[in-house]
């Protein structure tokens, strides 16, 4: 049998089991592979790593991990490196390899929603997840000087996300979200908020004619999300971002060709029905 799990702390919400359990499914290895959930703060984590034998196949890692799942890998892929952060290890001869699936989930989320080429971006926040929205709308084609406006609640404390930017090749415009009225004239909006914190710029972002992602998937839609829908813009929600990177997950794991998105699709919605009922 081999192993995966996904390890964080919180963990107990994640839909990562749900995701990789059907994928197993669909692809014929039920019986061969698990994927649980493990509670593991940043601290445990080198000591769970010492623990993983041969049947471990791969980690999937939520916050607060990501910066230490990249420490201590023994290799990592560029964009990994350059966003600063790692949410998945594959674990094999002994060795760990880092990669970030993230990115891979917010540019296939918008390119599943039409959006297919950006050239200018607004992303509201300043942590992890806004450093992969900015690299995955510099995959997307947004211009690199000035293109891609970073507005944080206190820009002092996006420094890291600055940087993360700037190792990417991109120089990013910094506000404060208070002054998000003047950074709205983009061809997409990309919320990585927690849930509640976009609501006051609901109205205003619904007014700016862009296409709007928020990276929040329950509860769903977000008022930030529904006043957008409302205005008949395009609308991604982070449902759509945590499947594509979980299948990227998956094909990284267990070595298959092409993960069985639908099927992940069909039982992750389905858990959320359950949950949200």
């Keep these: 049998m081999m192993r995966a799990a996904v390890l964080g702390s919180p963990v107990g919400h994640s839909l990562s089991p749900v995701l990789h359990t059907a994928a197993y499914s669909a692809l014929g290895l039920a019986g061969e592979w698990s994927y649980e959930s493990r509670e593991c703060a940043e601290a445990e984590l080198a000591g769970f790593l010492k623990g993983c034998d041969d049947s471990w196949a791969g980690l999937s890692l939520t916050m607060p991990l990501k910066r230490e799942a990249l420490r201590l890998a023994d290799?990592?892929?560029?964009?990994?490196r350059e966003v600063g952060g790692a949410n998945t290890l594959v674990l094999g001869g002994g060795?760990?390899?880092?990669?970030?699936?993230?990115?891979?989930?917010?540019?296939a989320a918008l390119r599943e929603a039409g959006v297919e080429r950006v050239s200018s971006a607004?992303?509201?926040?300043?942590?992890?997840?806004?450093?992969?929205?900015?690299?995955?709308?510099?995959?997307?084609?947004?211009?690199?000087?000035?293109?891609?406006?970073l507005l944080a609640r206190e820009p002092a404390r996006a420094a890291g996300t600055v940087e993360a930017a700037e190792r990417i090749?991109?120089?990013p415009a910094v506000a404060p979200l208070a002054r998000i009225d003047g950074f709205l004239g983009v061809d997409v909006v990309v919320s990585t908020l927690p849930s509640g914190a976009g609501d006051a710029y609901a109205g205003a972002v619904a007014g700016c004619g862009a296409a709007v992602f928020d990276v929040v998937y329950s509860p769903w839609p977000t008022a930030l999300a529904a006043a957008a829908q409302e205005a008949g813009r395009t609308v991604v929600g982070g449902f759509a971002m945590l499947l594509h990177q979980a299948?990227?997950?998956?094909?990284?794991?267990?070595?298959?060709?092409?993960?069985?998105?639908?099927?992940?699709?069909?039982?992750?919605?389905?858990?959320?029905?359950r949950r949200n009922g």
């Design 75 to 80: 290799e990592a892929e560029r964009v990994a």
């Design 95 to 107: 060795r760990r390899s880092a990669y970030n699936t993230d990115v891979h989930g917010i540019a």
């Design 122 to 149: 607004a992303v509201l926040g300043g942590g992890a997840t806004a450093a992969s929205a900015v690299a995955a709308l510099r995959d997307l084609g947004a211009d690199a000087d000035g293109g891609i406006a």
């Design 169 to 171: 090749g991109v120089r």
């Design 247 to 273: 299948a990227r997950q998956v094909e990284l794991m267990t070595g298959a060709e092409s993960a069985p998105v639908e099927a992940m699709r069909t039982a992750g919605l389905a858990e959320l029905d």
